[in-house]
């Protein structure tokens, strides 16, 4: 029999699952869009990941993470629910103990966290805009009619990125028409919009911060290679991105969760739970609060955003 | 029969509606709670990048003309804050309504005569000994509130029965405000002091400690913080703040010398509203050994914008964290919660190493 521990990491754009055992050596791991439906997304990627865990593996503990981890949490009875800054910080530091910096790009937000001896010591995430941020990426892919996955290694072809101003979406966006009516090549664009990512990012979340080697880039954005270029040639240093960058929340999750467990033995059986969200107004005063009310197997289990504590 | 309301900040319109109801013969309306309404109403009608307290003020308002007010209060602050009263009377007289507005401090300075003027505007039988005598009551009731709070704050986190403090506080605010003397007020306080004393808590040595510095608006009205100090509180942790009203009015005039003495390092001259005492605060919080500090203010603050890149000097020269937070009509309130979760996450690593 051997101890496993579970990691979910349920973003905007994609829900990472990762399994690893007592030395922090990945079993398996997964890799699905969220589509917008966080709970069906889980049932697909525990789904994914039954089918390749081996016989002997016993769930000791699971973990999530992402914007969806309190639903997530209360749906898989998970017995840690954190924040991503921790997750992604705790799960670089298992691999990569000296490390500096932490630059992570993800879906709807972008973080960079710092760290001297092993210990977060400062942090900062966007606040006001996502032009520094992968939505920004497959949404501008998809209008020049690429494939996000091949985006990188397009920017790679160009030797004359174009300029593009990137202090808010919507005029980059309207930027990048004018750059493309004007007759400039596609691969160019592509790398300026590469560019832009990182110029955004840098003075942005990456205002004010000390920003030191070894860093490390990660997030879904970190496998497209054009932004890691750009980041190498703004920065002036060596960044490593991990093969398994885009699964770090979950990793770091999953540590967490083998460090807290209680002891108890998890099942992955999902399909027989029924888990059912209800959301409704309340009008009892002027506040309006909306409130969601969670079921797991028609029995309430939680409900959140009640302002004065009723629900 | 002229009615009169003032716009809402923390507790303090019960020391507000004691003075009032006592020395004005005239109806004295307590505007409805602070609720997403009022931001709504106040955001509506406000200029679009003005900053958050004057939509909030601005929606209280609205919402007690609704309730009947003809007669309306407003303070004057050293920033921008300090035309708010003229521009929200504008916007009102815009709006259609008929009201008088009181603007308590115009061009900087308390004019006394004026306001008294003012009164006797709205109530002919207005007595200057009588004012006299409960502006000075009410004024004991603000310092001792703020002295009680004080206490509350560092240690609510640990309260061992859930509730207890909040539930003894309102009681306690319930019965100053049916207080006639001076005398009757100081044996309250102290018969209060005394069961907050009696609350029994649960306070480790080395409990984690968070300054809350910032704009004073934003601080001082839970509301308008998302109920920061009560999610900080809920995560047991002690929470030293130094903004409130007994403060701006008796403490800063004085203390601001010493402040520019100690900042010598990083400021020379007075930033405006509270930016350079927010500064001092920072250097007073990293030198005795805060584990991290918490800077809000509403969007568009212009004193606290200047003072930021200060703060953040000093507190990397100390190696304090600082966490900082712009509010504004329609934050969301998951991303508050996700960077205090993870701030307070950060404080117990670097104190476990």
Sequence with gaps: MRNCY???????????????????????????????????????????????????????????????????????????????????????????????TILEIGGQDSKIILIRNGIITNYAMNTLCAAGTGSFLSSQAKRLGLDVNEFGKYALKSKNPVKIAARCTVFA?????????????????????????????????????????????????????????????????????????????????????????????????????KFDTKAMECTRCSNNCELLK???????????????GKY | MNKLSYPLMGDYHIPAKFLLSHVLKIDIITPPPISNKTIELGTKYSPEFVCTPFKYTLGTMLESIEKGANCLVQM?????????????????????????????????????????????????????????????ITLKMVKYMDHVDEYIRSNIGFEIEKGAFESLKFKMLRDFQKVKSY??????????????????????????????????????????????????????????????????????????????????????????????????????????????????????CTPEIGAMPIINKIANNYGVPVLFFSFDANTSETGIKTRLEAFYDMLEMRRGK
């Design chain 2, 76 to 136: 004057g602050g050293g920033c921008r804050y300090g035309y708010y009263g003229e521009v929200q009377a504008q916007i009102l007289s815009d709006l259609g309504y008929n009201v008088t507005l009181i603007n308590l401090v115009t061009k900087g300075k308390t004019d006394i005569k004026r306001i008294v003027k003012e009164f006797k505007k709205i109530d002919p039988k207005f007595s200057r000994l009588k004012a006299l005598y409960y502006t000075f």
């Design chain 1, 6 to 100: 579970l990691g979910v990491d349920i973003g905007s754009i994609s829900t990472k699952g990762v399994i690893i055992d007592e030395e922090n050596n990945i079993i398996t791991s997964c890799y699905i869009w969220t589509e917008g439906n966080p709970v069906k997304a889980v049932r697909n990627l525990i789904r994914n990941i039954k089918e390749e865990i081996p016989e002997d593996c016993v769930i000791k503990g699971i973990g999530t993470t992402g914007s969806a981890r309190k639903l997530i949490g209360l749906m898989l009875k998970a017995n840690i629910v954190k924040n991503e800054i921790t997750a992604h910080a705790v799960g670089t530091l298992t691999f990569y103990p000296n490390v500096r």
């Design chain 1, 173 to 273: 966006e309207s930027d990048l028409v004018h750059k493309a009516q004007v007759g400039y090549p596609k691969e160019d664009i592509v790398a300026g919009l590469c560019k832009s990512i990182v110029l955004n990012y840098l003075n942005n979340v990456g205002k004010g911060k000390k920003i030191e080697a070894p860093i490390i880039f990660q997030g879904g954005v970190s496998k497209n290679e054009g932004v890691v270029k750009y980041f190498k040639e703004v920065l002036n240093e060596d960044i490593i991105v991990d093969k398994n960058s885009h699964l770090m929340g979950a990793i770091g999750i999953a540590v967490l969760a083998r460090k807290n467990k209680v002891g108890k033995t998890y099942s992955l059986e999902l399909s027989n739970v």
């Design chain 2, 183 to 300: 005398r009757e007020l100081h044996r309250k306080y102290h018969f209060y002091l005394k069961e907050f004393k009696n609350i029994k808590v649960h306070k480790p040595d080395d409990c984690l400690k968070i300054g809350i510095i910032g704009e004073l608006y934003t601080i001082m009205e839970p509301f308008s913080n998302y109920f920061l100090e009560k999610e900080l509180a809920q995560n047991h942790i002690e929470i030293k703040r130094f903004t409130n009203v007994h403060y701006l009015l008796f403490e800063k005039s004085f203390k601001i010398r010493k402040y520019l003495k100690d900042t010598k390092k990083y400021i020379k001259y007075k930033m405006g509203a509270d930016a350079s005492d927010n500064i001092a605060r920072t250097k007073y919080l990293c030198e005795h050994k805060y584990d991290g500090i918490i800077h809000i203010k509403s969007s568009f």
């Design chain 1, 294 to 308: 969670i079921y797991r197997n028609n029995e309430l289990v939680d409900s959140w955003g009640s302002k004065c």
